[in-house]
């Protein structure tokens, strides 16, 4: 197969910084969350952070298996605070709009370069920016139903609690 074209090879570099750049956002979005004392839609960000360093690798080592170089370059600081969950939620939402567009850029090029390669590898992408979408949205629709009631949003915050690590880190001192 042939090796990946520079083009290529810059874009799949500039995504998975904008991976990496995901990450470190839903990570600051964590700890605002944290701050609030929702610990359960921390612990739901945190995991989103993590899935975004997932993605990045996933690219990286793609790179790697097509003869690339993956080339590190600075991550931007992401916003540190917010007004409000929902607005996390909503920015959260926005960014996953904007990613989705940074992918189909990547599928777009990969066949405008007869890529066929990159195309199939993309395609996972494509899906999970459907399921990225949804779930940031759904998460909005929910705030917004529950509104200024701290019941509510405390009901919530158990529910978001429940989702499951990627990975876990050995506790220190083991
Ligand atoms: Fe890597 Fe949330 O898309």
Do not use: C
């Amino acid at each position: 197969m042939k090796m990946l074209t520079k083009k290529i090879e810059k874009t799949l570099n500039d995504q998975i910084n904008a991976e990496l750049y995901s990450s470190y956002l839903y990570l600051s979005m964590s700890a605002d969350l944290n701050g609030r004392g929702l610990a359960g839609f921390a612990q739901w960000m945190k995991i989103q952070a993590q899935e975004e360093l997932y993605h990045a690798m996933k690219i990286y080592d793609y790179v790697l298996e097509r003869g690339g170089t993956p080339s590190l370059g600075g991550i931007d600081a992401p916003p540190s605070k917010w007004k409000s969950p929902l607005e996390i939620f909503k920015a959260a939402y926005k960014h996953e709009v904007k990613v989705t567009g940074l992918i189909n850029k990547i599928v777009d090029l990969s066949i405008k370069e007869k890529d066929h390669a990159t195309n199939n590898f993309f395609q996972w992408f494509v899906k999970e920016q459907v399921e990225e979408e949804a779930s940031a949205d759904e998460i909005v629709q929910k705030l917004k139903l529950v509104g200024s009631s701290g019941n509510a949003l405390f009901v919530l915050d158990k529910e978001m609690a429940a989702r499951p690590p990627l990975f876990t880190f050995p506790v220190s001192g083991e």
